[in-house]
Structure formats: structure tokens, C-alpha cells
């Protein structure tokens, strides 16, 4: 099972970056993916996730309204698309596999793929 997040640069404040979580080694239609991130001196926290069908996604409170995700089943891809971007927002971004819901805690997520750094200037 591998993960991949990828799309992470600099990038101004206002701006927007989307986000790429590949998948491998696995039934990828058949998982939920979350999204997480880790700012310098912080616990990881999520940011959202996404079902299986794409029917359901959730996030939380920070990024809602600006953040969305999307999948491609065909494709193994998760795009994670944000947009007014926030010098708060600074973190590395993972994602993270579910056989579960989409729930919010770490502890429900089975496997991860390495970061990508999202810097955020104002």
C-alpha cells in the first residue's frame, strides 16, 4: 500500500494550490481519504475527507467553504483543491487511508503517504 501527497509549494496569501494524493497497492474505490496536516510545533490535525462514491465529505470548521476534495476512482487520485490560502494554513499536508467512515480522528486511518509543504506567505 502506497500513498503519495504531492502539490505542496509557496504560495501567497489569497492564492490557492490543489493538492494530489496517489494511490497504489490496494482497491482504492473501496477507502475513505482523509486529509491532515502538521504546521511546525503543532499536532497533526485534520483538515477533511472524503467517501468512497464521493457522496460524502466532511471538514473541519478552519477550511470549510474553502477547501474542497475530490476523487478520481479511475485514476487512484485524491485532489485536495484550497483556495484562499492564509499564512495560518503553513503546514505539512498528508493523506491518509480509511476502511472506516470519514471520521476526523487519526487513530481510524490505516496507512499514510508522506507530506507535502504548503507554505503560505502574507
Known amino acids: 500500500v502506497q500513498l503519495q501527497a504531492s502539490g505542496g509549494g509557496p504560495v501567497q496569501t489569497g492564492g490557492s494550490l490543489r493538492l494530489s494524493c496517489t494511490a497504489s497497492g490496494f482497491t482504492f474505490q473501496y477507502y475513505v481519504i482523509g486529509w491532515f496536516r502538521q504546521a511546525p510545533g503543532k499536532e497533526r490535525e485534520w483538515v477533511g475527507c472524503?467517501?468512497?462514491?464521493?457522496?460524502?465529505?466532511a471538514y473541519e470548521d478552519f477550511v470549510k467553504g474553502r477547501f474542497t476534495a475530490s476523487r478520481d476512482n479511475v485514476k487512484n487520485t485524491v485532489h485536495l483543491q484550497m483556495t484562499s490560502l492564509d499564512p495560518e494554513d503553513t503546514a505539512v499536508y498528508y493523506c491518509?487511508?480509511?476502511?472506516?467512515?470519514?471520521?476526523?480522528?487519526?487513530?481510524?486511518?490505516?496507512?499514510w503517504g508522506q507530506g507535502t509543504l504548503v507554505t503560505v506567505s502574507s
Open positions: 472524503i467517501s468512497t462514491n464521493e457522496d460524502r465529505t
Open positions: 491518509a487511508m480509511s476502511t472506516r467512515a470519514c471520521y476526523s480522528g487519526t487513530s481510524y486511518y490505516d496507512y
